[in-house]
Nanobody
Framework: QVQLVESGGGLVQPGGSLTLSCAAS????????VYWYRQAPGKERELVAT???????NYADSVKGRFTISRDNAKNTVSLRMNSVKPEDTAVYHC???????????????WGQGTLVTVSS
């Protein structure tokens, strides 16, 4: 079974740091574009960061300069390093990925189950 599993969420104080991980497992040939989304209570889902297979990245203005997305292709894992966190970063964070799997060879769009990040003193 092919799946994405997030980890690394928890409680962090304002100004602190946290690293989220998104690991793909199963019969995977490659992980293509990966997206980190977040959704805070009562708010719409927000695209936070993107990394494509070549390594190019993109960030929401709200996290630019504070968050860093990176990937380890050998481990089929994408990380989101969150620095200088703020209370408004509190949300459930989900990763979403396009994954090449097989056999039979095909592309899948997968969501992880989410991991909660709470920024509070």
């Amino acid at each position: 079974q092919v799946q994405l599993v997030e980890s690394g969420g928890g409680l962090v104080q304002p100004g602190g740091s946290l690293t989220l991980s998104c690991a793909a497992s199963g019969n995977i040939f490659s992980v293509n574009a990966v997206y980190w989304y977040r959704q805070a209570p009562g708010k719409e889902r927000e695209l936070v960061a993107t990394i494509i297979s070549g390594g190019s990245t993109n960030y929401a203005d709200s996290v630019k300069g504070r968050f860093t997305i990176s990937r380890d292709n050998a481990k089929n894992t994408v990380s989101l390093r969150m620095n200088s966190v703020k209370p408004e970063d509190t949300a459930v964070y989900h990763c979403y990925a396009n994954v090449l799997v097989g056999p039979p060879t095909r592309n899948l769009e997968l969501w992880g189950q989410g991991t909660l990040v709470t920024v509070s003193s």
